[in-house]
């Protein structure tokens, strides 16, 4: 069978990766969807359960920084296009072990360019009909001011901003704001997006860069926040509050980033940088509080039944105060618009965990459990 296109998407047994994965494959039945991944304690095959017997799906385990290996994929594939999401991503783990981001962020992204690089100069076309695709977060912008604690009414909204429409400052991150990366995690990254963007200016790669803010639902691993809080209010378990809960981050239903990256990938400009977002800040200790509450709601728990579970831990170091992404650029140059409003996007979140136990206790049992008990009780 021959196929339309050849697209590697790396990462694809993890979170944001299996919705993209999911997506590709069953709306491109005439492409094929490799999806290169190396099964780190993040990446899950039962993930992609209900997609991996079909036609037009390879699933292969390696390792970004494989060259030989990312070499020997993209020409045997024939690769023509790249989804790049494979990246350790999580900030408290790259405070402890920095190195491990180094070398996936940065030098498993450098690997796959080269590979791709190599391949691509190789064909006659060159890169004619070509486009490497990297999946950026909104954390290498560093952090943004929290100029009005109440929350005030957002000058901007989307689909998917909550009801009450707040922003926490006037300032939003633009495609254009300096990058300044605080953390392990968004130092990588923030390399990463450098390594991608000078593949374009000097070698004439096709590339793309985009940078969304924090995504939530299904397959989430349960180290962050909103899966481990739905778990943890289950199981009647702490909820570690960093500091204050005061922090501010701007939430995305998943499969609303999955939809932005396939239209990006088909239809964004070369060499352009899109920011991905809603609108939707919420301070950590409120959207705590929605969990709780919809978590409680659903078990059939007297509403406040789990507050008592909220205890505030020492504070993330280096913990940037607040995210907000300004995604005009996407919906008026594309026409990008969220489906799913946040009350919908976490009402569908907690639903899922709590059918969905068998996953999650798949993941947590074990080496999850003692990582877990170790940072937690080292805070
Ligand atoms: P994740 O941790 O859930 O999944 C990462 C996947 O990459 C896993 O399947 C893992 O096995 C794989 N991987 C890690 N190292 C690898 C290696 N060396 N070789 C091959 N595969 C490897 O991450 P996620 O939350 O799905 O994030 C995906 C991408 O999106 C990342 O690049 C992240 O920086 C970016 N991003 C995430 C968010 C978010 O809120 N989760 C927001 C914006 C951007
Ligand atoms: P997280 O889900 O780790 O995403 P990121 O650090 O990439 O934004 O954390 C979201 C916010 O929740 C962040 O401000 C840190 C905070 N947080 C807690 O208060 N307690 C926790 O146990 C976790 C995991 C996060």
């Known amino acids: 069978m021959t196929f339309k296109r050849n697209i590697l998407v790396t990462g694809g047994a993890g979170f944001i990766g299996s919705h993209v994965v999911r997506l590709f494959v069953n709306k491109y039945p005439d492409y094929r969807i490799i999806n290169v991944d190396n099964l780190t304690y993040a990446g899950n095959l039962a993930n992609l359960k209900d997609i991996e017997k079909y036609q037009n799906y390879i699933f292969i385990k390696a390792d970004i920084c494989d060259f030989e290996r990312m070499c020997d994929i993209v020409s045997q594939y024939d690769v023509d296009g790249i989804i790049h999401l494979a990246a350790e991503s999580h900030v408290d783990r790259s405070i402890k072990d920095p ?48 100029t009005n604690p109440e929350g005030t009414e957002s000058p901007f909204t989307t689909k998917a901003s909550s009801t009450l429409h707040h922003a926490y400052g006037t300032e939003f991150f633009l495609e254009t704001t300096k990058y300044n990366p605080h953390s392990p995690y968004s130092a990588s990254k923030a390399s990463s997006d450098h390594f991608v963007r000078a593949y374009h200016d000097t070698y004439g790669m096709p590339t793309i860069v985009t940078n969304c803010s924090n995504n939530y639902g299904p397959y989430q691993f349960p180290e962050k926040l909103i899966p481990l809080f739905i778990n943890n209010i289950r199981l009647r378990k702490a909820l570690p509050v960093y500091g204050k809960g005061e922090n501010v981050r701007d939430w995305l239903y998943v499969e609303d980033h999955a939809r932005a990256i396939d239209l990006i990938f088909h239809k964004g400009t070369t060499a352009e940088t899109y920011n991905i977002g809603g609108f939707n800040e919420w301070k950590n200790i409120d959207i705590i509080r929605v969990i709780i509450k919809t978590v409680d709601r659903l078990l059939g728990n007297p509403e406040g039944f789990s507050d008592n579970l909220i205890t505030y831990v020492t504070d993330r170091a280096g913990h940037d105060l607040r995210y907000a992404i300004d995604s005009r650029k996407l919906q008026s140059e594309l026409g990008w618009e969220p489906s799913l409003q946040f009350e919908e996007g976490i009402e569908k979140t907690v639903r899922w965990y709590l059918d969905n136990q068998e996953w999650m206790e798949q993941i947590t049992s074990g080496e999850y459990e003692r990582y877990y008990q170790e940072m937690y009780h080292n805070r």
């Open 99 to 146: 190195f491990t981001f180094a070398r996936t962020n940065v030098m498993g992204t450098l690997a796959l360019l080269q590979a791709a690089k190599l391949y691509w100069e190789s064909r006659p076309e060159r890169y004619e009909g070509k486009r490497f695709y990297h999946i950026s977060t909104d954390e290498v912008y560093g952090a943004l001011e929290l």
